[in-house]
């Protein structure tokens, strides 16, 4: 099974970095395809970044692509997002998601964190 805990949201000024964690208790990390969601509020969540089960692969959407970096680490069934340049319309409660089968790119994710805040102040 699939437990997903994330942690390192937080407050920070435009322009600002943070970094996210989201950590897996299962023993199957590695055979998941991982994500980064948010939701803004009153939006609807969206897709972050993407990286594959191997971590070979990676995918962003437009919107933070050159700021935000995933990867994960499956010998400490660990993904991190490093946000940099933060803006305020990052702004959102982010989800890290696992996922078991292809394509990577996907909404249809099937566990899913709480979330954690971020706030971008301009």
């Known amino acids: 099974q699939v437990h997903l805990v994330e942690s390192g949201g937080g407050l920070v000024q435009a322009g600002g970095s943070l970094r996210l964690s989201c950590a897996d208790s299962?023993?199957?990390?590695?055979?998941?395809?991982m994500g980064w969601f948010r939701q803004a509020p009153g939006k609807e969540r969206t897709i972050v970044a993407v990286i594959s089960a191997s971590g070979d692969s990676t995918n962003y959407a437009d919107s933070v692509k050159g700021r935000f970096t995933i990867s994960r680490d499956n010998a400490k069934n660990m993904v991190y997002l490093q946000m940099n340049s933060l803006k305020p319309e990052d702004t959102a409660v982010y989800y890290c998601a696992a996922r078991r089968w292809r394509p990577v790119w996907s909404n249809a994710y099937a566990y899913w964190g709480q979330g954690t805040q971020v706030n971008v102040s301009s």
């Open positions: 299962g023993r199957t990390f590695s055979t998941y395809h």
